[in-house]
């Protein structure tokens, strides 16, 4: 299936779908009436976008995003077509890109474990739930 198809059979599904920005306005609203220090409100943030684009990953490789291994999101990433646009003006920007993803990797899980769900059916309230947990467990 190609990118486009799955991208509009993703959009306005929920908070979490929209692919053509990084954040919905109402995704950002919610995300700073927690709070949470600014840090933390961006690794939010991080982790929704990370989110989206580990969806789609998972949709065009058909595995669930838990399966996803650093090499299969990288390969991915250096076959897309908008990262390759990127990568033309801004040499590494791939590379960046995909340190973000897998970045966001681990607590996606942790906090589809924590909710009892794939991760893949995280709500935007499940992540900012655990994110708030875990600046608690710091304090």
Do not use: H
């Not at 943030?45 to 989110?51: E, F, G, I, K, T």
């Not at 998972?58 to 090499?71: C, H, M, N, R």
């Amino acid at each position: 299936m190609d990118r486009s198809k799955i991208m509009d059979e993703q959009a306005n599904s929920d908070l979490l779908s929209s692919s053509d920005q990084l954040l919905t306005p109402a995704e950002c609203a919610e995300i700073d009436q927690t709070l949470l220090p600014y840090r933390d409100r961006f690794a939010i943030r991080v982790a929704v976008y990370a989110l989206r684009c580990l969806k789609q990953i998972g949709q065009e490789t058909g595995q669930a995003i838990a399966s996803l291994k650093s090499d299969q999101i990288a390969a991915w990433v250096k076959q897309d077509q908008q990262v390759q646009q990127s990568e033309a003006g801004k040499p590494g920007f791939a590379d960046w890109y995909v340190d973000i993803l897998i970045s966001a990797f681990n607590p996606l899980l942790r906090t589809a474990e924590s909710a009892g769900v794939q991760i893949e059916d995280l709500s935007l309230q499940q992540i900012i739930a655990w994110f708030e947990q875990a600046v608690r467990a710091r304090l």
